[in-house]
């Protein structure tokens, strides 16, 4: 059964840093793409950033140059750098993946930019 976790979620004050963790279990074979999504209130799921084979990344122009994708060799474990976070960066925050013709979330981690 494939799961996903994220952690690393919380406050934090505007121009801040957050890093973000996506924990895959239950793959048989090597997960190829690693995304991560958003989500703030009164709004649609946009996707924010995405990485593919460990290195070619894809970053949303309203994060671009703020935020950077990482994965572990394993590809078990993303990660979701977030530094001079603003407040309209405020919304809960999903880890997915494409594997073996499905979509996988997690349940997904608040952050909320505030002063």
């Known amino acids: 059964q494939v799961q996903l976790v994220e952690s690393g979620g919380g406050l934090v004050q505007p121009g801040g840093s957050l890093r973000l963790s996506c924990d895959v279990s239950g793959t048989f074979s090597t997960v190829k793409t690693m995304r991560w999504f958003r989500q703030a209130p009164g709004k649609g799921r946009e996707q924010v950033a995405q990485i593919y084979a460990g290195e070619n990344t894809w970053y949303a122009l309203s994060v671009e140059g703020r935020f950077a994708i990482s994965a572990n060799n394993a590809k078990t474990t993303s990660y979701l750098q977030m530094n001079s976070l603003k407040p309209e960066d405020t919304a809960v925050y999903f880890c997915?993946?494409?594997?073996?013709?499905?979509?996988?979330w997690g349940q997904g981690t608040q952050v909320t930019v505030s002063s």
């Open positions: 997915n993946i494409p594997y073996e013709g499905r979509e996988y």
